[in-house]
């Protein structure tokens, strides 16, 4: 039972333009998400977060945009670079809970 | 340099032998975690421990032992019992927050001969 799910296993944009990942939920319990980005052969590494008394945290060029009434969220990496290749996983926990449960990971290819 | 240190980076097992991957961090964080990755799946929690001596079974942890002695180590062992142990294994670690991030290591890629 995956209680977070990123359904486009690949998203391929061109450089420059705006790449938006997403990723939907379905334990209403779950108010801290996270993203993180994997190379490959290389472990995750930490992108951005938010909780859920937020709807929306910048950082950069990475905004990242909750929707707690769809259970959902999604990652906008504006301008896309070539380096922003990766594959990019969503993760969620929630109060009581001492695990984040990951969804399957969206692999995202920034054309040149 | 603080960080998180897996080892080793490949490993091959024979049929019916026991393998023990290593997680090392530097990082002064209580909680410690393994994921095993596979392709096309999200990080499913084998294991995790939030304190030293202690350790809680995670979403997968039939065929697979650890142990957490010291605050810095927390081995993983890959028994016979595990049937399909194929995978990239991930170890993690964080402080007590569950709002702050968890700190990845490189992986250890574990094939069966």
């Known amino acids: 039972d995956q209680q977070v799910k990123q359904n486009s296993p690949s998203l391929s944009v061109q450089e420059g333009r705006i790449s938006i990942l997403n990723c939907d939920y379905t334990?209403?319990?779950?108010?801290?998400f996270l993203w993180y980005k994997k190379y490959p052969a290389e472990g995750p590494t930490f992108l951005i977060s938010?909780?859920?008394?937020?709807d929306k945290n910048e950082d950069g060029r990475f905004t990242v945009f909750l929707n707690k009434s769809a259970k959902h969220l999604s990652l906008h990496i504006v301008p896309s670079q070539p380096g922003d290749s990766a594959v990019y996983f969503c993760?969620?926990?929630?109060?009581?809970?001492?695990?984040?449960?990951f969804g399957s990971g969206t692999k995202l290819n920034v054309k040149p | 340099d603080g960080g998180i240190t897996q080892s080793p980076k490949y490993l091959f097992r024979k049929e019916g032998q026991n393998v023990t991957l290593s997680c090392e961090q530097n990082?002064?964080?209580?909680?410690m975690y393994w994921y095993r990755q596979d392709p096309g799946q999200g990080l499913r929690l084998i294991y995790y421990?939030?304190?030293?001596?202690?350790?809680q079974k995670g979403d997968i942890a039939e065929g697979y032992s650890v142990s957490r002695e010291k605050k810095e180590s927390f081995p993983l062992t890959v028994t016979s019992a595990q049937k399909n142990p194929t995978a990239f294994y991930l170890c993690?670690?964080?402080?007590?927050?569950?709002?702050?991030?968890?700190?990845f290591g490189d992986g250890t890629r574990l094939s069966i001969l």
């Open positions: 421990s939030q304190i030293v001596n202690d350790f």
């Open positions: 334990n209403s319990m779950f108010d801290y």
């Open positions: 990082l002064n964080h209580d909680a």
């Open positions: 938010i909780s859920s008394i937020k």
């Open positions: 993690a670690s964080s402080i007590q927050d569950r709002e702050q991030p968890q700190h």
């Open positions: 993760a969620a926990s929630g109060y009581n809970f001492n695990k984040f449960y």
